[in-house]
């Protein structure tokens, strides 16, 4: 996770501001795949999934299986290159496909 927060600050793919609390409560609540009904995609990694990733993480738990790079293709300028390839490592990680 620190190694995907510092490509998205090298590349300024971070966000500048956190959203409002309100923002983040309805984007935890989303049925909408990554809340970018509430959120631009940039902040829900940010604020969403980097934070929950960490809490797993820290309670030693096993990613879920997830696909995250397509999405970050759509979501995401193709200049993110450092950003786009640490969210493939996360997703093969997530999926066993490492080695």
């Not at 879920?64 to 390839?85: C, V």
Request: glycine fraction near 4%; include cysteine; charge should be negative.
């Amino acid at each position: 996770m620190e190694q995907l927060e510092t490509a998205m600050e090298q590349e300024g793919v971070w966000p500048k501001k956190m959203p409002a609390e309100q923002e983040l409560k309805n984007a935890t609540e989303s049925a909408v795949p990554f809340a970018v009904d509430c959120l631009a995609f940039e902040s829900w990694l940010a604020f969403i999934f980097i934070p929950k990733m960490r809490i797993l993480l820290k309670q030693e738990m096993p990613l879920p299986p997830m696909q995250i790079t397509p999405a970050a293709e759509i979501y995401l300028s193709s200049a993110h290159q450092r950003t786009l390839s640490q969210l493939q490592v996360i997703d093969n990680i997530a999926n066993g496909d490492i080695g």
